[in-house]
């Protein structure tokens, strides 16, 4: 775990937000560890957290504190506005193989259509829910794919199994 310290970025030194690809700005003021805001996160009493605010004041680098924080994988899906539903659920299941490849083998039966379907929807989340595989999920922009795709997005939080602690951006 990480203390309430400054992290100041030095070339050599670790940096979160050149750890989410962002290039490193030595005019930037120094990164302060949000302890707060990371154990609002980590004690909520639900498994799906919200957290908004304007751009620019760090949404991003508090869910990657929180992350960093954690004992189990975490997997970030980046949102991006689509008109395929399909290809959403496709590109958010790759970001859970990454962290978690053994979940790749329990998805082999389940054939993705172009047009996303109910019945889908609910084979991706029951297979999800039996592997009981505790798994964080952040979804970064996830206004982008609630513009998109409102009712995919509402049946994801509705929907989201007890064992995946889905954090919204």
Same mark, same amino acid.
Request: net charge negative.
């Given at each position: 775990r990480v203390s309430s310290r400054?992290?100041?970025r030095k070339k050599e030194a670790f940096s979160p937000l050149r750890a989410l690809g962002h290039q490193n700005n030595p005019m930037a003021a120094p990164l302060l560890f949000r302890r707060r805001i990371v154990?609002?996160?980590? =004690?909520?009493p639900r498994h799906i957290v919200y957290i908004f605010g @304007?751009?620019?004041?760090?949404? +991003?680098v508090v869910a990657k504190q929180w992350a =960093? !924080?954690?004992?189990?994988p975490t997997a970030w899906f980046d949102g991006y506005s689509t008109t395929?539903?399909?290809d959403l659920l496709i590109t958010l299941l790759e970001s859970i193989f990454k962290v978690i @490849? !053994?979940?790749k +083998?329990?998805?082999r039966e389940i054939e993705i259509p172009e047009k996303l379907d109910l019945k889908i929807l609910n084979e991706v989340i029951s297979v999800l829910e039996k592997s009981k595989i505790e798994l964080n999920l952040i979804i970064d922009n996830a206004e982008l794919i609630r513009k998109s795709?409102?009712?995919f997005s509402r049946y994801l939080v509705s929907e989201c199994p007890a064992n995946i602690k889905l954090v919204l951006l």
């Open positions: 400054v992290i100041y154990n609002l996160i980590e =004690e909520s @304007p751009a620019g004041y760090g949404k +991003t =960093e !924080s954690q004992d189990i395929n539903a399909a @490849p !053994s979940l +083998t329990k998805f795709h409102n009712d």
